[in-house]
């Protein structure tokens, strides 16, 4: 079956750093990758996505690329702020027709960003 | 814009109580997921619908059931709560071919 494994966490890090959030999946076909954003008492947030190999998403300065070859979507962002600070969720989907199916998550990662 | 809606956002109830989720999805999204989130835990899917048809089921109890009605509202019914059943529970829509939206979510304390 579908899994999605993130680097253990939480990651805690000054305003201005470099931030990298590993990510590997296990899948059958070819899934659509997402990364989405909790923060503090609120719903999940879709943070950037990718349907295909070589695929960039990106968005509010974070970047992340599928690579079928490492099976990976590495979560990526070049100089982090306090607001940043949440759960961050790797995620993965197959197509069912020509909709996404279920999300399979992995076990997020908290990032603390300290001024 | 519209979001999903979740409601009640905080739920208390007792072992072996029986609790109701209701879940308004994003205007013209056809397709509902349920997702439960345990302390610390990812969301774990349970069941989705599309155009008020099951179309996946995940690792749901028994004692769970759900359903989409006309209005595309879907609820959720637990019976026989047991403490484990405490959990945040997602309600996520979609519209065919994108991307799922969460709601905010509905707290569940079993005591």
């Known amino acids: 079956g579908n899994s999605v494994t993130q680097m253990e966490g939480p990651v805690t890090l000054s305003e201005e750093a470099f931030l990298t959030i590993n990510c590997t999946y296990t899948?059958?076909?070819?899934?659509?990758l997402f990364w989405y954003v909790q923060y503090p008492g609120e719903g999940l947030q879709l943070l950037l996505k990718?349907?295909?190999?070589?695929d960039k998403g990106s968005n509010k300065g974070f970047e992340a690329t599928y690579r079928k070859e490492t099976t990976s979507f590495h979560l990526e962002k070049g100089s982090v702020q306090v607001s940043d600070s949440a759960v961050y969720f790797c995620a993965l989907s197959d197509k069912v027709g020509t909709s996404y199916g279920k999300l399979t998550f992995g076990q997020g990662t908290i990032l603390t960003v300290h001024p | 814009a519209a979001g999903v809606i979740q409601s009640p956002r905080h739920l208390i109830k007792e072992k072996r109580e029986t609790a109701t989720l209701k879940c308004y999805p994003i205007p013209r999204h056809d397709t509902v997921y349920w997702y439960q989130q345990g302390p610390g835990q990812d969301p774990q899917f349970l069941i989705s619908f599309y155009e008020k048809m099951q179309s996946d089921k995940g690792s749901i109890p028994d004692r769970f059931s759900a359903q989409q009605f006309s209005d595309y509202h879907s609820e959720l019914n637990m019976s026989s709560l047991e403490l484990g059943d405490s959990a945040l529970y997602f309600c996520?829509?979609?519209?065919?071919?994108?991307?799922?939206?969460f709601g905010p979510g509905t707290r569940l304390t079993v005591l």
């Open positions: 996520a829509s979609s519209s065919t071919g994108n991307e799922q939206f």
């Open positions: 899948a059958t076909g070819y899934p659509s």
């Open positions: 990718a349907t295909k190999a070589d």
